[in-house]
């Protein structure tokens, strides 16, 4: 193939601006549906990992539009889903979708969740979309592009001194693993200036990428969890340190602007060695 985009498998290889517009339109499809049932009676709910952990059938609803929709425009592509779905691709390229983050605010009719889609090829995150829709606010992200608030520009915070710090946590669904991060919260909360746990990872990084919270950190492992936030992060000139502690409740995913960061870090490590 002369003068075009090289191929991959049989595929033709993804921009980062390409990736973006798919996912965009994905996030956006799947939005439209959640906002229908949003406030209305949950249907189809069951649990996963705890009691706790909870989905409903307007989760795996917006995960079948996002996968439909990107399976139209990148046939060959893989993709890896929360909710389940999974398909192997035949290029380099990968979607991570998370449908509905948040969904416990969304079923108890709390107005804060959002759709969160990052595309990876061979060298890491390509392009990542976290939309809230009640809010209509769509941030995203390209590779060495920034990251933007609709068309705004994003920067995360030039924050240097944690007294002062707003920071974001979120906790686990397994109720050992909860015991376990609220120690550890006791250990950060006379340190910072105050802690919010909002209920929605993908946000939480959102709002770090965008200024309105210094910092974050929060042991989710998945990659649709974080990936797309992660992005956004860094595109807008933060940190994101990704920790691989033995014990699944600690931190593992640790987010904030610069000058912040290593304070940021050396603050868990002590919490976490006081258990």
């Known amino acids: 193939m002369e003068g075009g985009a090289p191929i991959v498998g049989d ?14 339109g994905a996030a956006r499809a799947a939005a439209a549906l959640l906002i229908e049932r949003f406030g209305g009676p949950a249907a189809g709910l069951r649990v996963k990992s705890s009691a706790t952990d909870m989905v409903s059938e307007a989760d795996e609803r917006a995960e079948r539009m996002v996968v439909s929709y ?3 425009r990148r046939a060959d592509d893989a993709l890896v889903a929360e909710e389940g779905s999974e398909a192997r691709g035949r290029t380099d390229v990968q979607w991570y979708i998370d449908p509905l983050d948040g969904t416990t605010n969304y079923l108890y009719g709390i107005p804060h ?3 969160a889609i990052c595309c ?29 608030l609709g068309d705004r520009p994003l920067r995360v915070t ?3 001194d944690l007294p002062t710090a707003l920071v974001a946590t979120g906790f686990a669904y397994v ?19 105050d802690v919010r746990r909002l209920g929605s990872a993908s946000l939480d990084l959102a709002y770090v990428a965008s200024g309105r919270f210094d910092a974050y950190f929060e042991s989710v492992d998945q990659p649709w969890d974080w990936m797309a936030g992660a992005l956004l992060v860094r595109e807008a000139g933060g940190r994101v340190s990704q920790l691989t502690p033995a014990n ?4 593992r995913i640790v987010a904030s602007g610069s000058a912040l960061h290593d304070a940021l870090l050396e603050l868990l490590t002590k919490a976490t060695e006081a258990l």
């Open 175 to 193: 109720t050992d693993s909860r015991r376990l991060q609220g120690r550890i919260l006791a250990g950060v909360l006379g340190e910072v200036r």
């Open 120 to 148: 990876a090829d061979a060298d890491g995150a390509l392009a990542g979309v976290v939309y809230d829709p009640l809010r209509d606010e769509l941030f995203s992200a390209t590779r060495g592009g920034g990251a933007r």
């Open 158 to 160: 030039e924050k240097a």
């Open 113 to 115: 969740w959002a759709v």
């Open 11 to 24: 595929t033709v290889a993804l921009t980062a601006e390409e990736a973006l517009e798919i996912a965009v």
């Open 248 to 251: 699944p409740a600690l931190p």
């Open 70 to 72: 990107i399976r139209e």
